[in-house]
Structure formats: structure tokens, C-alpha cells
């Protein structure tokens, strides 16, 4: 069945060094990857996706890459900052737009100021 | 131009009681997503609505919950005698569906308390 891992599930950081969250899915039809963050209190934000046919999207400060063969994705901040601290989750977006997502079990990050 | 809009916010019911929790799409959106979480957990998919129509329901259990997208109103999750167990957050999403793309908008979650 499908299956989405991630690591690490916590992760601290000095305000301004890189963060990196990498996740891995099953299911090899899959072609759709959304990374959301979560703030305390508040419901998931779609912050960056990429779609199978590239392998790599930045957005500012943020990128994500994807290895199709290998099945798996990760998330890039760079020059964190403290606001980036939150919990962050990975998920396989299926092949259609049918399917429904499935998440990973997310990291939480810390940006220590 | 308001997003999804989930209520109540919070919900403290007593054991043995129902569950009535509510989610409004974003205008343009026909598919609706509930999730549950946890406590220091991840999002668990529960249920895939369209208008009238439930798509996937794989990850709901079987007894005491349901879930309804009516032709006209809300979407609807409603847990019948409530346990200590079905205390969590409880996340709704929409998206504007096949074929026009992918993307769910999540609302603020409804935290339910049994007590």
C-alpha cells in the first residue's frame, strides 16, 4: 500500500545555516510530491510541490528535488530564519488528480535564533 | 475570498455524545478532504467527498463515523458516541478537483475534547 517515510523527525538549526528533510514514497506510479508547514495551532500550507517530469524546483529560499528511480524527495531551506520553525510534512500527491494525498509523519524544525 | 472555513474551532463533547464538525470549501472547490490528526502525529486521511458523492472513504472506521458533501451546504463529519480516543485535531481540505489541478487549501481544524 502506499507508504510515505521522512526524516529526521525533529531537526534544530542555527538561524542562517540550511535545513534538509528528505522523504522517501512506495508507490512508483506517483507523480505529484507537496511539501506543507504547519505552524502551532493553525492547519497545513502548501508551500512548495513538484511534479515528476523535473527534477528540481526552487521558490526564494526554499527547493525541493526529487529522484524518481530512487523514490525519493527532499525539502531545502536555506538561510533559515526563525519563522521557519515549524513542523513540516511531506506527502506523495498519488498519479491523478483523483487520488488523495498521503502524508509523511513530519519533521518538526527549530531555528534557534 | 475566504479560504476553507472549518467550525466550531474547538468541541468538547462527553463521551457517549455526537460529533457534528463542518467545513466549507473555498468557492470554486467541488472536493473535499478530511483529516485527522493526532497529537504529535501526522495527518491521517479519513474521507474524499464531492458534491453528493463520496469518493474514497478507506481511511474512516466502519462504525460511529460518516461523513456527508451535500448539493447545497457544508461538508459534514459526524462522530456518534464519541470515545476518549476520538479526541484529536481534525482537518478539512478542498481542492478545485480534476481536471484543473492539484493543490489542497486546508482549514484551521476543528480540535475536538472528549471528556
Known amino acids: 500500500g502506499e507508504n510515505v517515510e521522512q526524516h529526521p523527525s525533529t531537526l534544530s538549526v542555527q538561524e542562517g545555516d540550511s535545513a534538509v528533510i528528505k522523504c522517501t514514497y512506495s508507490d512508483s506510479a506517483s507523480n505529484y510530491f507537496p511539501w506543507y508547514k504547519q505552524e502551532l495551532g493553525k492547519g497545513p500550507q502548501l508551500i512548495i510541490d513538484i511534479r515528476s517530469n523535473v527534477g528540481e524546483k526552487k521558490d526564494q529560499r526554499i527547493a525541493v528535488t526529487l529522484n524518481k528511480t530512487a523514490k525519493h524527495f527532499s525539502l531545502h531551506i536555506t538561510e533559515t530564519q526563525p519563522e521557519d520553525s515549524a513542523v513540516y510534512f511531506c506527502a506523495d500527491g498519488g498519479e491523478t488528480s483523483y487520488d488523495k494525498v498521503i502524508f509523511g509523519p513530519g519533521t518538526s524544525l527549530s531555528v534557534i535564533p | 475570498n475566504a479560504g476553507v472555513m472549518q467550525n466550531p474551532r474547538h468541541l468538547v463533547r462527553r463521551r457517549g455524545q455526537e460529533a457534528r464538525l463542518r467545513c466549507s470549501p473555498m468557492k470554486g472547490h467541488s472536493h473535499v478532504y478530511w483529516y485527522r490528526q493526532l497529537p504529535e502525529e501526522g495527518l491521517k486521511f479519513m474521507v474524499y467527498l464531492q458534491k453528493e458523492n463520496i469518493i474514497d472513504e478507506s481511511g474512516m472506521p466502519k462504525e460511529r463515523f460518516s461523513a456527508e458533501f451535500p448539493k447545497e451546504g457544508p461538508s459534514i463529519l459526524r462522530i456518534q458516541q464519541v470515545v476518549r480516543g476520538d479526541s484529536a485535531a481534525y482537518f478539512c481540505?478542498?481542492?478545485?478537483?480534476?481536471?484543473?489541478?492539484?493543490?489542497?487549501?486546508f482549514g484551521s481544524g476543528t480540535r475536538l475534547t472528549v471528556v
Open positions: 481540505a478542498s481542492s478545485p478537483g480534476p481536471p484543473l489541478g492539484y493543490g489542497y487549501t
